[in-house]
């Protein structure tokens, strides 16, 4: 792991990133959200929808492999970065996720980022 960078462990962390840029790739969707002064920090989430465990932390691990490369000279300061794994994102080759990568940090850096999503409705609970 690289000095400069630590890793997201709390849910409130994760959610409060939603609420930042957002740029979405073939492979995966980055959001990047600024952390009041806590360095770069990243995160990784995919979801069961993605595959099996095996898949899962296939994609995970490679993921980490991309942020450590990038990250140190790549990432905002002070942000924190999440990588959301796509479908496409397990199959796609690591040299294009690489590039991607590169391309949506470099859009985030510039304020760029993709409408964000709607916010999904919550379920009423029946009485």
Do not use: Q
């Not at 932390?57 to 790549?74: D, I, S, T």
Request: no cysteine; charged share 30%; net charge positive.
């Amino acid at each position: 792991m690289h000095p400069s960078l630590s890793v997201i462990g709390k849910r409130s962390d994760f959610l409060a990133a939603n609420r930042g840029l957002r740029v979405a790739r073939p492979g995966f969707v980055l959001l990047a959200n600024p952390n009041g002064g806590k360095g770069k920090r990243y995160g990784i989430t995919v979801t069961k929808k993605i595959g099996n465990a095996v898949v899962r932390n296939r994609m995970k691990r490679r993921f980490r492999e991309l942020l450590w490369a990038a990250l140190p000279e790549g990432g905002l300061p002070d942000h924190d970065h999440i990588l959301i794994g796509r479908d496409g994102g397990v199959e796609r080759d690591f040299a294009a996720l690489r590039t991607e990568l590169a391309a949506a940090l470099t859009r985030a850096a510039e304020g760029k980022g993709d409408r964000p999503r709607p916010p999904r409705h919550r379920r009423s609970r029946r009485a």
